[in-house]
C-alpha cells in the first residue's frame, strides 16, 4: 500500500492533498495530520465539495513532540510522511521516521525557533542514521527549494559541461488586493527576508545587509521588476553538489508598499522573535491582570491576513526560474528555464493563491517519483541528488508547466 502522512493543513498541504487524491493510482491513501484536527476535517470537506471521491483520515499531532509524532506513525504505519508543518518541526519529525520506519519529504530546511537561521547541516547530519535505517529522506522539495535545484540538475544533464553562474530568480507579480499580506507563514516569511543576504562567489560565502542589492530584471509575461538578493537555503546544497559553480545567487520580487510596511514593522519592533512580558487583562471581567509572555513577530502573525484566505481575489501570476551561464562543448553557453504560474487558476483548481499552489505541487510529485521507485534510496537527500527528467516531465503533466531558453540575455 502506497500510504502517505502528511503533516500540516495550511496553504500548501491543502494543494498537496488536492493533488494526491488526483493521483490516487499512485497514492492508495492519504492521512492527515495538524496540531488542530477540525483544520484537516475542513480540508477533506473541501477536497470533497469539489466532486473528489477518497477515504482520507485526519488526525491531531502536535509536531515538536517525538513522542506524539511516534504514537501516530506506528498506529498508521505510513511509508512516506510529507512534512508541511513548520521549518522549526524538521527535526522532531525525522526523529519519529527514524524510530517507526518511514521515509521522509518536505520543503524547507529545519530552523531554530529562538534564531533566524536555516541552513542544512542540522537535517545533513542525519544522513548515516537514514542510511543505516535503509530510509529515504528528501529535503527541501517544494519550487524554491525544489524545482530550482532540478532546474539546475537537469541544465547540467543536457546543456552545460560546466556551470560557472548561477541566478534562482523569483518573482511574484500578483496582487491580493491587501494592504499588507505574506504569501506563506507570515512568521516564517519575515524571518526569512529580514536576514541579512548571502551569497557564493570565487569559493567563499559574501553576507550583505537585509535587502542592499537590487536591480531590475525582466520576467516573462510579466516584464522588470524590482529584485532583491537574499539568502537562501538551495544555494548551500548547489554549490556542494556543482563545484564548478564560482557564483550562486538568489533574487525575489517586492513591491514599494511591501518593503514600507516591513521597514514599519521592524522599526516597531514587530519582527522581533524574543520574549517579552506583557500584563495583560484577565478574560473572566474581573478586571485583574496577569503577566505574559508573548513573542512580538507571532502575535503580529495572528493579526495578519491569513495566507490561505488570499487566493479568491488574487490576480497576476508568478514567475520563478534558473539563469545559468557556462561551457558546453568548450564554448559559452546561457540557459534560462522557468515556470509562470497564474494565481487565479491555482485558487480555480484548489482554493489556495499561486505560491501555495507552486510549493504543494512540487511536494506531491517529489512524493509520486519516491513511490514510483525513481527517487529512493538510504540516506538524506537534496532534489538535485535525484535524476530531473522524471519530475521535471511529471510537472508539466500536473499544473507547472516549464519553459527554457537557449543563448538569450540573463541580465544577470
Same mark, same amino acid.
Given at each position: 500500500? !502506497?500510504?502517505?502522512?502528511?503533516?500540516?493543513?495550511?496553504?500548501?498541504?491543502?494543494?498537496?492533498?488536492?493533488?494526491?487524491?488526483? !493521483?490516487?493510482?499512485?497514492?492508495?491513501?492519504?492521512?492527515?495530520?495538524?496540531?488542530?484536527?477540525?483544520? $484537516?476535517?475542513?480540508? &477533506?470537506?473541501?477536497?470533497?465539495?469539489?466532486?473528489?471521491?477518497?477515504?482520507?483520515?485526519?488526525?491531531? &499531532?502536535?509536531?515538536?513532540?517525538? %513522542?506524539?509524532?511516534?504514537?501516530?506513525?506506528?498506529?498508521?504505519?505510513?511509508? /512516506?510522511?510529507?512534512?508541511?508543518?513548520?521549518?522549526?518541526?524538521?527535526? @522532531?519529525?525525522?526523529?519519529?521516521?527514524?524510530?517507526?520506519? $518511514?521515509?521522509?519529504?518536505?520543503?524547507?530546511?529545519?530552523?531554530?525557533?529562538?534564531?533566524?537561521?536555516?541552513?542544512?547541516?542540522?537535517?545533513?547530519?542525519?544522513?548515516?542514521?537514514?542510511?543505516?535505517?535503509?530510509? @529515504?529522506?528528501?529535503?527541501?522539495?517544494?519550487?524554491?527549494?525544489?524545482?530550482?535545484?532540478?532546474?539546475?540538475?537537469?541544465?547540467?544533464?543536457?546543456?552545460?559541461?560546466?556551470?560557472?553562474?548561477?541566478?534562482?530568480?523569483?518573482? !511574484?507579480?500578483?496582487?491580493?488586493?491587501?494592504?499588507?499580506? @505574506?504569501?506563506?507563514? *507570515?512568521?516564517?516569511?519575515?524571518?526569512?527576508?529580514?536576514?541579512?543576504?548571502?551569497?557564493?562567489?570565487?569559493?567563499?560565502?559574501?553576507?550583505?545587509?537585509?535587502?542592499?542589492?537590487?536591480?531590475?530584471?525582466?520576467?516573462?509575461?510579466?516584464?522588470?521588476?524590482? #529584485?532583491?538578493?537574499?539568502?537562501?537555503?538551495?544555494?548551500?546544497?548547489?554549490?556542494?553538489?556543482?563545484? #564548478?559553480?564560482?557564483?550562486?545567487?538568489?533574487?525575489?520580487?517586492?513591491?514599494?508598499?511591501? /518593503?514600507?510596511?516591513?521597514?514599519?514593522?521592524?522599526?516597531?519592533?514587530?519582527?522581533?522573535?524574543?520574549?517579552?512580558?506583557?500584563?495583560?487583562? /484577565?478574560?473572566?471581567?474581573?478586571?485583574? @491582570?496577569?503577566?505574559?509572555?508573548?513573542?512580538?513577530?507571532?502575535?503580529?502573525?495572528?493579526?495578519?491576513?491569513?495566507?490561505?484566505?488570499?487566493?479568491?481575489?488574487?490576480?497576476?501570476?508568478? #514567475?520563478?526560474? $534558473?539563469?545559468? #551561464?557556462?561551457?558546453?562543448?568548450?564554448?559559452?553557453?546561457?540557459?534560462?528555464?522557468?515556470?509562470?504560474?497564474?494565481?487565479?487558476?491555482?485558487? !480555480?483548481?484548489?482554493? =489556495?493563491?499561486?505560491?501555495?499552489?507552486?510549493?504543494?505541487?512540487?511536494? =506531491? &510529485?517529489?512524493?509520486?517519483?519516491?513511490?514510483?521507485?525513481?527517487?529512493?534510496? *538510504?540516506?538524506? +537527500?537534496?532534489?538535485?541528488?535525484?535524476?530531473?527528467?522524471?519530475?521535471? %516531465?511529471?510537472?508539466?503533466?500536473?499544473?507547472?508547466? +516549464?519553459?527554457?531558453?537557449?543563448?538569450?540575455?540573463?541580465?544577470?
Amino acid at each position: 500500500m !502506497n500510504r502517505v502522512l502528511m503533516i500540516g493543513a495550511g496553504g500548501v498541504a491543502t494543494v498537496a492533498a488536492f493533488k494526491i487524491v488526483q !493521483n490516487q493510482d499512485v497514492f492508495n491513501e492519504l492521512i492527515i495530520a495538524s496540531r488542530r484536527k477540525e483544520k $484537516c476535517d475542513e480540508l &477533506v470537506k473541501a477536497i470533497h465539495n469539489k466532486g473528489y471521491k477518497a477515504n482520507i483520515k485526519t488526525a491531531q &499531532v502536535d509536531a515538536d513532540d517525538v %513522542e506524539q509524532l511516534k504514537e501516530l506513525f506506528n498506529k498508521y504505519r505510513p511509508e /512516506l510522511v510529507i512534512n508541511l508543518a513548520l521549518p522549526y518541526q524538521d527535526l @522532531t519529525v525525522m526523529e519519529a521516521c527514524l524510530a517507526c520506519g $518511514c521515509n521522509y519529504l518536505d520543503t524547507a530546511n529545519y530552523e531554530p525557533k529562538d534564531e533566524a537561521h536555516f541552513e542544512y547541516s542540522w537535517q545533513w547530519a542525519y544522513k548515516e542514521r537514514f542510511e543505516q535505517a535503509g530510509l @529515504t529522506a528528501i529535503l527541501g522539495c517544494g519550487f524554491d527549494p525544489g524545482v530550482s535545484q532540478a532546474f539546475t540538475a537537469y541544465a547540467a544533464k543536457h546543456h552545460f559541461d560546466e556551470i560557472h553562474y548561477l541566478d534562482i530568480v523569483d518573482c !511574484n507579480a500578483g496582487n491580493h488586493h491587501k494592504a499588507f499580506a @505574506t504569501n506563506f507563514n *507570515p512568521e516564517i516569511n519575515i524571518r526569512e527576508i529580514t536576514q541579512k543576504g548571502l551569497y557564493y562567489e570565487d569559493g567563499r560565502w559574501i553576507e550583505t545587509e537585509p535587502l542592499a542589492i537590487h536591480r531590475d530584471i525582466t520576467y516573462p509575461n510579466i516584464g522588470p521588476r524590482d #529584485s532583491y538578493l537574499m539568502h537562501h537555503e538551495e544555494l548551500e546544497s548547489l554549490v556542494k553538489n556543482y563545484p #564548478s559553480i564560482k557564483r550562486a545567487r538568489f533574487w525575489m520580487t517586492f513591491g514599494q508598499q511591501y /518593503l514600507t510596511y516591513l521597514d514599519c514593522i521592524q522599526n516597531l519592533g514587530m519582527s522581533r522573535i524574543d520574549e517579552i512580558d506583557y500584563e495583560a487583562k /484577565l478574560a473572566d471581567g474581573s478586571g485583574k @491582570t496577569a503577566k505574559v509572555k508573548i513573542v512580538p513577530l507571532q502575535f503580529l502573525k495572528a493579526i495578519l491576513p491569513n495566507p490561505q484566505e488570499l487566493g479568491e481575489n488574487y490576480d497576476g501570476e508568478t #514567475s520563478i526560474g $534558473c539563469r545559468i #551561464s557556462g561551457i558546453k562543448n568548450e564554448r559559452e553557453q546561457t540557459y534560462y528555464i522557468y515556470n509562470n504560474c497564474k494565481h487565479q487558476d491555482a485558487y !480555480n483548481e484548489t482554493g =489556495m493563491q499561486g505560491v501555495s499552489y507552486t510549493t504543494g505541487v512540487p511536494a =506531491m &510529485v517529489g512524493a509520486m517519483m519516491f513511490f514510483k521507485g525513481l527517487w529512493r534510496k *538510504p540516506g538524506v +537527500w537534496n532534489v538535485e541528488d535525484f535524476d530531473p527528467d522524471p519530475f521535471l %516531465e511529471e510537472l508539466n503533466q500536473q499544473g507547472l508547466p +516549464w519553459h527554457d531558453e537557449i543563448g538569450g540575455d540573463l541580465e544577470l
